[in-house]
């Protein structure tokens, strides 16, 4: 048995994590908040999308997304023809990457999910020593 089979980290493959979007509409500006779900990514999978010999240099950001994006809650900016919420789908999250700087606050925030950290309490211990 190897230590990668015997050992294991106690984290969900999955990470949840929160998306503002502020948007003008005509003259006011409307803030959509919603939970999206993706795959969490070990070091080598990270290195494979963005280390120095990435397998697809060429893959987009949105293509990114797409790919490791699975599910959403609480979203109300993707309606369908009748106004009513739009489950998850590859063809509604396509809807919500076609305004102009979503994909990048939405990448960021899965950064921000995937990322080790240690937290705020953390933080303010470190910058005190």
Known sequence: MTDQAKY????????DFPVTLEIKSGRVTK???????GRRLSVPE????????????SL??????REHITDWREQRLVVDEK??????????FDILLS???????????????????????GRRKNSQS
Do not use: C, H
């Open 83 to 92: 106004g009513i919420q739009a489950p998850f789908s590859p063809e509604a």
């Open 99 to 121: 305004v102009v700087g979503a994909e990048m606050i939405i990448f960021i925030a899965y950064q921000k999910a995937i990322f080790a950290s240690d937290g705020d309490a």
């Open 31 to 37: 803030t959509f908040n919603m939970r999206l779900t």
């Open 46 to 57: 990270w290195n494979r999308f963005f280390g120095p010999n990435a397998d697809n240099p």
């Open 60 to 65: 987009t950001t949105a293509d990114f997304l």
């Open 8 to 15: 294991q980290l106690a984290i969900d493959n999955t990470v």
